[in-house]
């Protein structure tokens, strides 16, 4: 005889003994359709306006939030604020409100790397610039070398590989970028120059010299020189 209970099906024999099967576990039925994606985790708002490239932007978020500038974007490999602007291709107005708001110029990220060296490793092919953009990429390179160095960055600091901003500029085949950051070595030694000293460098290294390293008053002096000379030739 078979008796009936609960679904479950037993022999009376098993019911006498004791010993009866436990019931099957029921098996979970595995859904068709794949699992979702996993999502990206939302962007810092300094992060989100770095990537529109607009400097009233960043101004917007470090008005709300002064220390953003200063602390590194942990959801996204522990990058520094500078070295992103840099990355993301930001021009140097945007740069000098990052540097306005306290960024270190010689912050780097996880590998080593400060502005000067993402600046070096930028490509003018990226995809982040437009074709009408991509003209101008070497004067706005140029433009945010400048800056960096105004504000103290290191050219010669080395990476976690050994490299240096000036090495990765000369191996991608930029040559006036690694000559600009070559230069800043000679500002750094003739510091204590008169402005007749520095003559023979090209003018934007001069107007880093006349910034930064100079008398107050000197870059006044040689503006006011080079335009008598004008003056005299005309």
């Not at 520094?80 to 990052?98: S, T």
């Not at 996880?110 to 101008?136: C, H, I, K, Y």
């Amino acid at each position: 005889r078979m008796r009936y209970r609960s679904r479950i099906c037993y022999s009376v024999q098993d019911v006498r003994r004791g010993q009866t099967t436990p019931p099957r576990a029921r098996r979970r039925r595995e859904p068709k359709t794949p699992p979702e994606a996993p999502r990206q985790a939302r962007l810092a708002p300094l992060l989100a306006a770095l990537h529109w490239r607009s400097a009233s932007k960043v101004a917007d978020v470090l008005k709300e939030d002064p220390s953003a500038a200063l602390l590194p974007f942990f959801e996204h490999s522990v990058e520094p604020p500078l070295v992103a602007a840099v990355r993301l291709l930001c021009g140097p107005d945007v740069i000098g409100v990052l540097l306005d708001h306290g960024s270190d110029a010689n912050d780097v990220d996880l590998a080593g790397r400060g502005p000067l060296a993402m600046l070096a490793l930028t490509d003018s092919r990226s995809a982040f610039l437009q074709e009408a953009d991509r003209d101008a990429e070497p004067s706005r390179k140029r433009a945010v070398v400048i800056r960096l160095l105004s504000a103290g960055a290191d050219p010669d600091r080395q990476d976690k590989g050994g490299s240096s901003p000036t090495t990765l500029a000369a191996d991608s085949g930029d040559v006036k970028l690694a000559e600009v950051m070559r230069l800043h070595k000679t500002v750094l030694a003739m510091r204590l120059l008169p402005p007749a000293g520095i003559e023979g460098l090209p003018n934007d290294i001069v107007h880093v010299v006349f910034s930064r390293y100079l008398l107050p008053g000197a870059a006044e002096k040689r503006h006011k020189a080079m335009k008598q000379k004008e003056m005299v030739r005309f």
